[in-house]
Structures are given as structure tokens and as C-alpha cells.
């Protein structure tokens, strides 16, 4: 058995992270993380798989700088995971997956996830924006209907 890490500080385009699945876990046979999916910018999504079984779901929001209760409520564990890995522009929104599997190939898995992120153009569209990507995996996200489009 290998495992190999992925982490990445871009939000994932959703329609190329399900075209990178079969890339990903031919050779996974239990892996466990958490991702930042553009379609979805508040929300954790865990990600969780063992055998042929992949489980994505929403498991709460990013700590917002500011939002003391948020941070209150949270774990000690999350507040430091969050505190270590700060940045000043998107919080503790990140990536990262564990892969355990039998003959992994580190390397390839984490180049086609990281054909999964967005590239400096879709990222630079902001997440307005990102709403309306194809998202096969989550589906679209709910819009609040008093924001300005």
C-alpha cells in the first residue's frame, strides 16, 4: 500500500474535477479530505471514498476572518488547522485530499487534479461568477434571490 497527498489553494471547476475521476481512482482504495469547489465558495465539501464508493458533501462553511462566532464554535483543532493555514485573501479555503491505494501513481494523480483547479482567468472572474460553471458532481448552488447578479 502508498498514499500520496493532494492539496491545492485554488477552488476546483467542477466539471473538470468529475472528468478527472477516472484519472484519480483506479488505483485508490480509501481516501478522505476536503475541497473548495467554485460552484459552492462558502461550503467545506468533504470527500470521502473507500473501494468504488466516492462520497461528496456539504460538512459546513469556511471560518470567515471576523465571524467570532463561527470561530467560537468551532473545534480547537479547526481553529488552529485554520490559523496555520490563513491566507489573508481566502481564509482557510483550500484543498486537500489523503489517498491510500495499491500501486498509487502519486505523481499522476496530482497533475490531473491540478488540471481541476481554475486557471488565473476563471479565478480572476470571482465567485460570482463561478456559480454558473457545470457542476455534474454538487449540482448548482442555490443563489440567494435578493443578490445583485
Do not use: C, K
Amino acid at each position: 500500500m502508498a498514499s500520496a497527498l493532494w492539496r491545492s489553494r485554488r477552488p476546483l471547476h467542477p466539471q473538470r474535477l468529475a472528468e478527472s475521476l477516472p484519472q484519480v481512482m483506479p488505483a485508490v482504495v480509501r481516501s478522505r479530505g476536503y475541497l473548495w469547489v467554485a460552484t459552492h465558495p462558502d461550503a467545506v465539501i468533504s470527500w470521502r471514498s473507500a473501494g468504488r464508493h466516492l462520497e461528496l458533501r456539504q460538512a459546513g462553511s469556511w471560518l470567515e476572518d471576523g465571524d467570532t462566532g463561527a470561530w467560537r464554535a468551532a473545534s480547537s483543532e479547526r481553529r488552529t488547522l485554520a490559523s496555520w493555514h490563513w491566507d489573508d485573501h481566502y481564509g482557510e479555503r483550500r484543498n486537500e485530499i489523503v489517498f491510500i491505494g495499491a500501486e498509487l501513481d502519486a505523481d499522476r494523480l496530482r497533475a490531473a487534479l491540478d488540471t481541476a483547479v481554475l486557471d488565473d482567468g476563471e479565478l480572476a472572474l470571482g465567485a460570482d461568477r463561478w456559480a454558473d460553471l457545470p457542476d455534474p458532481l454538487l449540482g448548482t448552488a442555490i443563489r440567494d434571490p435578493g443578490a445583485e447578479s
